[in-house]
C-alpha cells in the first residue's frame, strides 16, 4: 500500500498528525534555498483556515501558531527540509469515545476501521480530520510567498454554498488586485451581498442540525506558456492529486469543466490573439490555461465541490459494528455546518504547492 500523506516528487510534502494527538505538522522537502519567508503572512493564510471565527465554522478555537524546526534560518528557507509542527491545544476527545464502535455515516470512520484493523485514531477525525488542512496550509502559504516574487498570483472565491452562487470569476484575465483581495478574505466572494444570502443558508443548515456544501472556484495567474505535459503527467493530473487530498473534496473541472460537455466547438474553442506586448494570449479562456495537459500562458482557473460536512447531530442510521446490529447515532463534537469558506485557503495552497513542483519539475522557476 503506498504512503498516501507524502505528496510530490521534486518539492515533496509530507504531512503527519491526528486531531487529538499532540500535534499535526509538515515536511516540504525540495524547497528553493534562500527564500525569505514573510512569517506574518503565512500566519494571515492560516488563520483564514482556523476554525471558531464565526457561527458558520466549528467552535473549535484554536490559534493554529506553526513552529519552525528546521529549513529556516534568519527568516530564509536553507534548502534543507522546512519542518512546521502546529499543536493541538483545544480537544475535546470524549465527544468521539463512541464513534470507533458506530461509524459516523458519509465519514472515513468504518472504511478507516477496516483499513487499519480498528487501529486508527478516531477521536476528531483523526488522520481524516480537516485539521490535517492546517499543515496545507502552511505548505501553501511558503509556496504562496515563493511563487508571488515571479509573479505568479493565486485567490479564490466560495462560488456557491448550496444554491447560492457568486457572481463569475471576470476572464479571460483575472485581475491581480482582485486575487489579491480574495486571498485576504475570511469569506471570500465576488459578488455584493452574496456573502450575508450564503451565510443565512449556512445558518438555517445549523439551526436544523444539518449542514451545506458547496463549490470554491480559484485562478493561477502568471505560469508561463508550455509547463506540464501529455498523459498521465498533464497539469490536469498534478493539480487534482492534491486537490483531492483535501477531505471533502468530491469534484474537480478545470475551466468550463463538465459544462464543456454541452458547448459547441465554435463555442468552446479559445480563439487565439497577440497582446499589445507581444504575448499571445486567447479571448477566451474555456480551456482554464490547460490544453494538452499543457499550460497556454493564460489563467489556471479551476474549480473543487465540496461535500456538506459528514458529521451532522441529527439523528442517523448506523450499524453498532461490535455486536452487527442497526442502530442510531447522534454525533456530537464541534463540527462546521459549512467548511466551503475555510476550504478556499485550502484549496489556494494546494494549487500553490502545484503549481510551485509544476514549475521545478519543469526546471521553469527562475532564481
Ligand atoms: C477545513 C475542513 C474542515 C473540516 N471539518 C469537518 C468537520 O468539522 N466535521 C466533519 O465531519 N468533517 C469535516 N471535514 C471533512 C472531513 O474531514 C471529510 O469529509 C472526511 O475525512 C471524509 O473524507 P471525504 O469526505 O473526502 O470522503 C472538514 C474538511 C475541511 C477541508
Redesign the pocket.
Known amino acids: 500500500m503506498a504512503a498516501s500523506s507524502v505528496w510530490g516528487t521534486n518539492l515533496r510534502i509530507s504531512i503527519f498528525g491526528e486531531s487529538h494527538g499532540p500535534a499535526v505538522g509538515v515536511v516540504i522537502d525540495g524547497l528553493p534555498a534562500g527564500e525569505p519567508i514573510d512569517r506574518d503572512a503565512l500566519l494571515a493564510q492560516m488563520a483564514r483556515?482556523a476554525?471558531g471565527r464565526d457561527k458558520s465554522?466549528?467552535p473549535?478555537k484554536e490559534a493554529d501558531t506553526p513552529e519552525f524546526l528546521s529549513g529556516m534560518l534568519n527568516g530564509r528557507t536553507t534548502g534543507a527540509p522546512l519542518c512546521i509542527v502546529i499543536q493541538n491545544t483545544n480537544t475535546r476527545s470524549g465527544d468521539y469515545a463512541n464513534l470507533m464502535q458506530v461509524p459516523?455515516p458519509?465519514?472515513?470512520d468504518y472504511p478507516a476501521y477496516i483499513h487499519y484493523h480498528g487501529c486508527n485514531d478516531v477521536r476528531g477525525?483523526g488522520h481524516?480530520?480537516?485539521?490535517?488542512?492546517?499543515c496545507l496550509c502552511a505548505a501553501g502559504a511558503v509556496c504562496r510567498q515563493i511563487l508571488e516574487r515571479r509573479g505568479i498570483h493565486i485567490g479564490s472565491h466560495v462560488a456557491a454554498v448550496g444554491p447560492v452562487r457568486d457572481a463569475v470569476l471576470p476572464g479571460p484575465e483575472v485581475p491581480q488586485e482582485l486575487l489579491h483581495r480574495l486571498s485576504e478574505a475570511y469569506f471570500p466572494v465576488i459578488g455584493e451581498g452574496v456573502e450575508e444570502q450564503m451565510r443565512a443558508v449556512i445558518e438555517e443548515a445549523r439551526m436544523a442540525r444539518d449542514?451545506v456544501g458547496g463549490i470554491v472556484e480559484c485562478a493561477v495567474t502568471g505560469l508561463p506558456a508550455g509547463l506540464g505535459g501529455p498523459l498521465f503527467g498533464g497539469v490536469e493530473s498534478l493539480f487534482s492529486s492534491i486537490l483531492?487530498g483535501?477531505?471533502?473534496?468530491?469534484g474537480v473541472e478545470f475551466g468550463e469543466g463538465f459544462g464543456a460537455a454541452s458547448l459547441r466547438g465554435s463555442e468552446n474553442n479559445d480563439p487565439y490573439t497577440v497582446a499589445e506586448n507581444g504575448e499571445i494570449r486567447t479571448v477566451s479562456n474555456h480551456a482554464g490555461g490547460i490544453l494538452g495537459g499543457i499550460t497556454t500562458g493564460m489563467p489556471l482557473v479551476f474549480r473543487i465541490a465540496?461535500?456538506p460536512?459528514?458529521?451532522?447531530s441529527q439523528k442517523q442510521r448506523s450499524v453498532d459494528l461490535q455486536i452487527r446490529s442497526e442502530t442510531e447515532l447522534e454525533?456530537h463534537?464541534?463540527?462546521?455546518p459549512c467548511?466551503v469558506p475555510?476550504?478556499a485557503p485550502?484549496a489556494e495552497s494546494a494549487a500553490a504547492v502545484a503549481a510551485l513542483e509544476l514549475l521545478l519539475l519543469n526546471g521553469a522557476l527562475r532564481p
Open positions: 483556515r476554525p465554522s466549528t473549535r459516523r458519509g465519514h472515513s477525525g481524516f480530520s480537516g485539521r490535517l488542512t492546517s449542514s483531492f483535501i477531505p471533502a473534496v468530491k465540496v461535500k460536512t459528514a458529521s451532522i454525533v463534537g464541534r463540527h462546521d467548511i475555510r476550504a485550502v
